[in-house]
C-alpha cells in the first residue's frame, strides 16, 4: 500500500525554525515529484502548494507567502522529502500534509497544484505562537 507519512511538526515561537519530514512507504520516491500542501484553521486546503520538488530534485517552486523562507529537498535514498520552515510567521499555522505525483516531468511548475497530487499522507500540525 502506497503511503506517505508526515512528521516534524509542533509549536515554535514567531521567527523559529521547523524541519517537516515526508517519508515514503510501500513504494520508493524515485520518479515522484512529491508536493507539500497546507489547511490553515477553518479553511480548506490550498490549492497551490507550499513548495513542489520534481522526481530528480533538480525543479522546485515555492508559493509566494513562503518563498525564501522555506526550503524543500530530497533524499531518494532516504525515501524522504523535507521541508525546513524558517523565520516562521502565526499565517504559517496549518496541518501541512504531503502528497506524490508518478511522474518523470522535470519541472514541477505548472504541477503543484492540489488535484495533481495523490496519496496523501495524513497532516502534520504546524502551530506558530508567542
Known amino acids: 500500500q502506497l503511503q506517505l507519512v508526515e512528521s516534524g511538526g509542533g509549536l515554535v515561537q514567531p521567527g523559529g525554525s521547523l524541519r517537516l519530514s515526508c517519508a515514503a512507504s510501500?513504494?520508493?520516491?524515485?520518479?515522484?515529484?512529491i508536493g507539500w500542501f497546507r489547511q490553515a484553521p477553518g479553511k480548506e486546503r490550498e490549492r497551490e502548494g507550499i513548495s513542489c520538488i520534481s522526481s530528480s530534485g533538480g525543479s522546485t517552486k515555492y508559493a509566494d507567502s513562503v518563498k525564501g523562507r522555506f526550503t524543500i529537498s530530497r533524499d531518494n535514498a532516504k525515501n524522504t522529502v523535507y521541508l525546513q520552515m524558517n523565520s516562521l510567521k502565526p499565517e504559517d499555522t496549518a496541518v501541512y500534509y504531503c502528497a506524490s505525483k508518478l511522474t518523470r516531468i522535470s519541472t514541477v511548475q505548472a504541477m503543484c497544484v492540489l488535484p495533481q497530487f495523490r496519496n496523501w499522507g495524513q497532516g502534520t500540525q504546524v502551530t506558530v505562537s508567542s
Open positions: 510501500g513504494f520508493t520516491l524515485d520518479g515522484y515529484a
